[in-house]
Nanobody
Framework: QVQLVESGGGLVQPGGSLRLSCAAS????????MGWYHHVPGKERELVAT???????DYADSVKGRFTISRDNAKNTVYLQMTSLKPEDTAVYYC????????????????WGQGTQVTVSS
């Protein structure tokens, strides 16, 4: 299988910045799209940003111009640079990867990380 481990969350003041990282490991053959989602208690998990294996990106309207998603295919890692953070960005952020894995045979599946808390507060 594939494991996703996020890091970089924390407490930041409004207007501040954070950089999230998510490293994939395991019997990876190929990683297709990667992305970041966030979840606020009482609401559904929402897309923040996605990036294809060739670097095409897409963002939620609420983060356009403030967040930047990038990836290092050699390291199987995706990043989310968050700037001009607002209190409404407070959420648990989850990494997602569409990956093919295996040894003798391969399967393709969607994987999730364990989540990292981002809190924007003064």
């Amino acid at each position: 299988q594939v494991q996703l481990v996020e890091s970089g969350g924390g407490l930041v003041q409004p207007g501040g910045s954070l950089r999230l990282s998510c490293a994939a490991s395991g019997r990876i053959l190929n990683i297709y799209d990667m992305g970041w989602y966030h979840h606020v208690p009482g609401k559904e998990r929402e897309l923040v940003a996605t990036i294809t294996s060739t670097g095409s990106t897409d963002y939620a309207d609420s983060v356009k111009g403030r967040f930047t998603i990038s990836r290092d295919n050699a390291k199987n890692t995706v990043y989310l640079q968050m700037t001009s953070l607002k209190p409404e960005d407070t959420a648990v952020y989850y990494c997602n990867a569409d990956a093919r894995y295996g040894i003798m045979t391969s399967q393709r599946k969607n994987f999730w990380g364990q989540g990292t808390q981002v809190t924007v507060s003064s």
